[in-house]
């Protein structure tokens, strides 16, 4: 996959605490903030999920009175 270049401004404290973990994790401080960037898209997937999963359990007797049972689901309409 093709590289893409960034520029980032961040203060110096931020910027000595990312470098020490990169360091820390024995990888560069590109590898660390590609890693950073990667785990949030996945946190951000995963409570995108949870949210969807909670407003049906909420939801889901409105959607069972206006659209009934699908076949398949384990009851009858």
């Known amino acids: 996959m093709a ?3 960034l520029n ?3 203060d110096a404290t931020t ?8 360091e820390q994790e ?3 401080m ?9 785990q ?14 909670q407003f049906m359990k ?3 007797s409105v959607f069972l009175s206006e659209f009934g049972e699908r076949e398949g ?3 009858r309409r």
Do not use: P
């Open 30 to 38: 590109n590898q660390y903030i590609e890693k950073l960037v990667q």
């Open 3 to 5: 590289k893409k270049q």
């Open 73 to 75: 689901t384990g009851s």
């Open 58 to 60: 909420e939801y889901e």
């Open 26 to 28: 024995g990888i560069s």
């Open 15 to 22: 910027a000595e605490i990312a470098r020490a973990r990169a």
């Open 40 to 53: 949030d898209m996945g946190e951000t997937g995963r409570a995108f999920v949870d949210a969807a999963a």
């Open 8 to 10: 980032v401004r961040v």
